[in-house]
């Protein structure tokens, strides 16, 4: 059987376009090698390991352009606390990794787990760990904790609340162990050596968090109960009993 000339070229055409295609994958590969990483938005998770979670060590995950392409405002569901990701080429071999995190308010511990749930009240990730600067909540519900599902509780203007008190602590740079919510609608808010009575959660919740920075460095090395429950901004009075 005689392949005619036809046959020829078109086989020269393909090894033509095979050779270009392999000249640009190859010039991609080695002039979009990434050698600086900035990770931007990360709290939960060190620089460093925001940037293992990307450049893995798979085909091609040290190329800038195909990162950009793979990470193109990506959802996350095997990285807990990580909502989005995505990759910025800044130069061939510069990217930046942007970070939205899940907006988490605290969390709930049963069974050893550390059930997290955002601003809304809804578990959005189950982990045997703590997180680092996310306070544990107690006196809510703790049966039927589903992750996806809402806590259930009576009254569900309870999560603006916490949300309050979480935002407002992390502005003053506070950091709580426990935030505890009684029957009677009182809060406590536990850290490593005081304990502070907020009383009701009422329009001066805000103004109460806000002196604690103060006032808890003029306690320190103490160890007792602060009782803020009528505290007034203006006089600045507060009562302390130490253990």
């Known amino acids: 059987m005689r392949l005619g000339k036809g046959f020829f070229i078109k086989l020269i055409i393909v090894f033509v376009l095979l050779g270009i295609a392999g000249g640009v994958i190859y010039f991609i590969r080695e002039n979009y090698r990434v050698e600086n990483v900035y990770v931007n938005g ?15 060590g798979s085909f091609l995950s040290d190329n800038s352009l195909y990162l950009s392409v793979k990470y193109k405002d990506k959802e996350i569901t095997d990285i807990p606390f990580v909502d989005v990701l995505s990759v910025d080429v800044l130069s061939p071999d510069t990217i930046r990794i942007n970070v939205i995190e899940k907006s988490i308010a605290g969390y709930i511990l049963s069974m050893d787990s550390c059930m997290y749930f955002d601003k809304d009240g809804y578990i959005v990730e189950s982990s045997d760990e703590k997180a680092g600067g996310i306070p544990r909540v107690t006196g809510l519900p703790t049966e039927h904790l589903v992750l996806g599902e809402r806590l259930d509780v009576d009254d569900y203007t309870i999560f603006d609340r916490i949300n309050t008190i979480t935002k407002t602590l992390d502005k003053d740079g506070l950091k709580a162990d426990n935030i505890y919510f009684r029957p009677n609608g009182d809060v406590t808010i536990y850290f490593a050596r005081v304990k502070v009575n907020l009383g009701e959660l009422d329009e001066y919740l805000e103004d109460k968090i806000s002196a604690l920075p103060e006032i808890l460095e003029s306690l320190s090395g103490l160890k007792g109960t602060l009782y803020m429950e009528d505290y007034d901004e203006n006089e600045g009075k507060y009562i302390f009993k130490e253990e």
Do not use: A, C, P, R
């Open 42 to 56: 990360n709290v939960h998770y060190t620089q460093e390991e925001v940037k293992n979670f990307v450049l893995d």
